[in-house]
């Protein structure tokens, strides 16, 4: 029915051979027995067709690239699949971000790590649904199936990720009205995500947002809260304060962290 091809078993030989074996270990962990079940069961229905190699592998989730064939006459789209590690400790970290969040009310058994996962990776996907529906630049979500989040693609049409805000190579004569351009522009993607999305990212800096042609673009927003979660303004504090630092690293005259505190809440 669909034209791709399986080639979940291609998806070490793409890999980076460069990737040295712990590293290896890790991405091939997380593929196991039941991820791959689900993702043949995506193929078949057509929502990726192939899966390549990692993007990134971390701590709590493995991205990897993927490209999809949404009809058959139709051309190739790019995908990002974000797999979320089952048995993993750095979960009990999260704890902070799950107390108090409603969303989080039933079905949270801190004794279930698999359950756990699931919905943490339940929460990435509402969270994208609606920043992506506020028209706030971030990955486009497409469908979630346990731990396994489907996303649009940050990146060229080689495959490549567009790189970290952290990584952007952002230089030249233009460099320091560019970076004043991106630091308002967060404000305001900031603004938005609290006054429209009533989220709080939670976990923002300079290495969960992309960056690609003067557009800055928002990830990784599974711990993400409401705004009426009991730490909302304290984490929102921590974000204002990891990226402020980091514009000010980058020579920005910025706002001080109070005044972008009243602008983004009021
Ligand atoms: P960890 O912190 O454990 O490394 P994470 O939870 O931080 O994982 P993300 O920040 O969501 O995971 O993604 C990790 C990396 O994968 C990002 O820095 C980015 O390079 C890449 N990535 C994530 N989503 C996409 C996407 N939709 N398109 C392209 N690249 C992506
Ligand atoms: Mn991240």
């Not at 079905?107 to 279930?112: F, L, R, V, Y």
């Amino acid at each position: 029915k669909h034209a791709g091809k399986i080639r979940l078993d291609d998806v070490k030989e793409n890999q980076d051979r460069e990737k040295d074996k712990a590293d290896r270990a890790t991405s091939e962990q997380v593929l196991d027995q039941r991820t791959r079940m689900i993702l043949y069961q995506m193929i078949n229905r057509g929502v990726v067709s192939e899966v390549h190699g990692a993007i990134s592998t971390g701590k709590e989730a493995n991205v990897y690239g993927a490209v999809a064939y949404p009809d058959l006459h139709g051309a190739a789209v790019q995908r990002a699949v974000k797999v979320y590690k089952t048995a993993i400790l750095s979960f009990k970290d999260r704890e902070r971000y799950i107390t108090g969040e409603h969303r989080f009310k039933s079905g949270a058994d801190k004794g279930n790590n698999r359950k756990m996962v699931k919905l943490w990776a339940e929460k990435e996907f509402r969270n994208l649904r609606r920043i992506h529906s506020a028209a706030i630049p971030c990955p486009e979500p497409i469908q979630l199936k346990l731990h396994v989040l489907v996303m649009g693609f940050l990146g060229d049409r080689k495959g490549y990720a567009y790189p970290r805000l952290r990584d952007a190579a952002i230089g030249g004569d233009d460099a320091d009205q560019l970076w004043r351009q991106l630091y308002i522009q967060l404000l305001g993607i900031m603004r938005r995500l609290y006054q429209i999305c009533r989220l709080v990212h939670a976990d923002l800096s300079e290495y969960n947002i992309l960056y690609n042609d003067k557009q800055l673009y928002i990830i990784d927003v599974s711990q993400s809260v409401e705004h009426d979660h009991p730490r909302s303004l304290e984490f929102l504090r921590m974000d204002i304060k990891n990226t402020g630092d980091f514009f000010r690293r980058q020579g920005v005259d910025t706002l001080s962290d109070r005044t972008v505190f009243d602008f983004i809440i009021q």
